[in-house]
């Protein structure tokens, strides 16, 4: 089981990114996945988490982010992804995705974010 996480950069404030999760090893589309963040300093926080492994899908955002963040998954890819629009530098951490799998808790990589102008 791996997960790959990637899309990160440096944009400037209103700009947009779209984060990858690819993962190997399992079928991600029957698992809920989740994207935190930490910025320098800080805790790690959910940022939103997808799950349509049953008939009601489900999405969460944090309040920060809803209305600005928006997930999808590709299962044809194995792949999730997070659409970033209107990129504050508040936004500014290493963005991790994160899938709970046989009650063991997988992390991707990590991709920078920066948003500054």
């Known amino acids: 089981v791996q997960l790959q996480a990637s899309g990160g950069g440096s944009v400037q404030p209103g700009g947009s990114l779209r984060l990858s999760c690819v993962a190997s090893?399992?079928?991600?589309?029957?698992?809920?996945v989740a994207w935190f963040r930490q910025a320098p300093g800080k805790e790690r926080e959910a940022v939103s988490c997808i799950d349509t492994s049953d008939e009601t899908p489900y999405y969460y955002y944090t309040d920060s982010v809803k209305g600005r963040f928006t997930l999808s998954r590709d299962n044809a890819k194995n792949s999730v992804y997070l659409q970033m629009n209107s990129l504050k530098p508040e936004d500014t951490a290493v963005y991790y995705c994160n899938v709970v799998v046989l009650l063991k808790s997988y992390w991707g990589q990590g991709t920078q974010v920066t948003v500054s102008s």
């Open positions: 090893g399992f079928s991600l589309g029957d698992y809920a």
